[in-house]
């Protein structure tokens, strides 16, 4: 009896427990009574309740309450969530995530508050989580190696304000820039280390290179380093090379690195056997091989097979087979140093444009892009319209980088094409200076926008000013009018020329035309043109017969035809380009002729960095009633189209008053070659080695002094170097020239400078 009245106790205890307990443990696996939320200050409880996972009269499941507290946390609203039973229902208790009030950044001085807060994520009237304030400092710290401050530290700071806010200001440390004091490599036979260094885009830190920042370590620009050595290599017929490591040391003070790039070289190969093989019977093989554009016994250049590979892709192309698969396949034969390659050209699947994303274009419409796309949602897609509507868009000059690329769609017969572009400034402020024998000083003032309003307009508007001559030019194009691939413009311009110093031959011309444009081909257009204009000469020479002063009204109607087959617009290598157009004048206005203009230019690239380019240029006028053309009417050569000669300075000129007649009929043409100066490519500096050669003549004059006149219609040459610079604070231009064959009463020009700047 003892032992059983000492346990008695503890029985009514664990009874106790037993009616406490049970009611809780009868709910699980029976409908959820009700959801009670507690805590919430902004959120509405029908969001937390919308977020949850069970529901009322839902079968109460612990798996369905553990997931949504998952739920209530993945949606960053709440720093803390937590869910208690209570009878037959659920209580939901929340603590809200602040809102931040501001964002401030302190100790940054390198990279300003805009450029952070762009590429910050965490704005103002967000809600605040630890998380993406981490994301933020990490996104920071990148921006600022990127600029080469890898030493850089940031510590985000909380304030708390009343009703749930923040204020959230992040405290930076730059730190010092870190920059490549030098670059080694190791492995390397066939090249320097000199030479190397001058194909990768990181550089060492020099004092002189304070116009850039290729001299700061960023590791993503030497693993594009890597692959610009991989290329190199290639080209130079090593087919095997690799780096095979790359090691940046951090000096002690954590201001400097050491990069080395360890090579492997491999042997050098040459071109064997190549071949073209298809299972598509329509193809000729022999037609096709013809287009491969290297030879047996040459140095292997992988370049060659992408330009062959780009030549079959385009003949096939046109041809109808818009999905041919080309794959070169390459065979080494090591033991004799050969590259055979075959080209399989195989039918592809069909594959349909799924989207077009446009990337990077803050300021240009996507329409103005779009335009220029020869593929549109829902085409087959086509890689030779794909590589012209890339080559179209580099080619409106509004972007300082345009990469085309592929992603697989939704399905397997669909892709979606990216257009990523980097704008540049659009707009270009010019300031020119010239020193001629005629002249001494001249200069020049334009400014245009060549993107007006981000649609691809063109508005211009141009001040000539020197002793001689006074222009003033207002232009206004609109590229795609009414949305149709027609450009439409016009303009107003005036200028007058006085040659004072040259026995007071005065001339002025004032005008207004208009301008229409549209395709004909695919790489032809069509322009259609008409000007109104007042043409005056005033000639207060002792020989005014020669030239006697006029006013006259002119109505000019004319059309101009282009065809471009170039590889690029704006820096060709490759291609050709032609254009043809005729104007006429009258016949019911006071001035009447026919004139003629044609012009022609080739491009070939020599070798890497060597572009040959030839242009020609005629021109012929005459009046069909058979008058003497007048004087505002003929053509004048000289200055930047006759590089070695004055503006006007070369071409029928009258001994006694010194002044050019102008011609009825030129022929001028001129070859150059670009040159590598060596130096790095950040620089932006090119060099042009040119000869300029041609004839002018045929002018009409009233009378002449016997021996006055001089047309005889001679041979001209010059030569010379152009160099150009894009310099920080805008292009740069220097030519300089010597005449090989020119007239005692020509005028040269040795000289010339130009300078401007963008916007």
Partial sequence: MLNHSKSLPALLVLCLLAVLISPALAKIGEPVSFIRVEGTQRVEDETVLAYMNIRVDQI???????????????????SDVTIRREGLGLVVTVIENPIVNRVDFEGNSTIQDEALATEGTLKSRQIYTRARVQDDVERFIELYR???RFAVRIEPKVIQKPQNRVDLIFEIDEGPTTSVRSINFLGNKAFDDDRLRQEIFTTEARWWRFVTSNDNYDPDRIAYDRELLRRFYLSKGYADFQVVSTNA??????????VTFKVDEG?????????????????????LEELITHEEGERYDSRALDKTVDALTKAIGEQGFAFA???PRVNRDRKNNIVGVVYAVEEGPRVYVERININGNDRTYDEVIRREMRLSEGDAFNRVLLSRSERDVRGLNYFSNVEVTETPGSADDKTIIDINVREQPTGELSFGVGYSSAEDLSTQFSIAERNFRGRGQILRLQLGLSSEVQSYNFA?????????????????????????????????????????????SEDGRLSLFANFSEDELINNSANSSVNPSYTNQKLELGYYYGIDMRDDYVDPTAGWSFSFGQ?????????????????????HELAEGYVFHARAKLGIINDYRGGAVNYNDRFFEGGSSFRGFDRSGVGPRQISTGYALGANRYIVGTTEVSLPLGLPKELGMKANAFIDFGVLGDTDTYSAVAGDIQDDFAFRATYGLSVSWKSPFGPVRFDFADAIKEESYDETRSFRFTIGTNF
């Avoid at 042997?267 to 037609?287: H, M, P, W």
């Avoid at 691939?485 to 011309?509: H, I």
């Fill in 60 to 78: 109460d499941d612990a798996a369905l309450v553990d997931q949504s507290v998952k739920t209530l946390f993945s949606s960053s609203l709440f």
């Fill in 146 to 148: 990127r600029g080469g």
């Fill in 249 to 258: 040391e951090l000096t002690r003070d954590g201001k400097e690195f050491f």
């Fill in 267 to 287: 042997a050098q190969y040459n071109f064997g056997a190549s071949s073209v093989s298809t299972s598509l019977d329509e193809l000729k093989i022999i037609e």
């Fill in 325 to 327: 698969d080309i794959r």
């Fill in 476 to 520: 206004f194009t609109e590229p795609y009018f009414y949305n149709r691939d027609v450009s439409a413009g016009f303009r107003v311009y005036k200028t007058d020329r006085s040659y004072d110093n040259q026995a007071g031959l005065e001339t002025a011309e004032t005008g207004l035309g208009v301008n229409l444009g549209f395709p004909l």
């Fill in 583 to 603: 104007d006429i004048a009258g016949p019911a206005m006071d001035v009447t002729y026919l004139r003629t203009r044609l012009r022609a230019d080739y491009y």
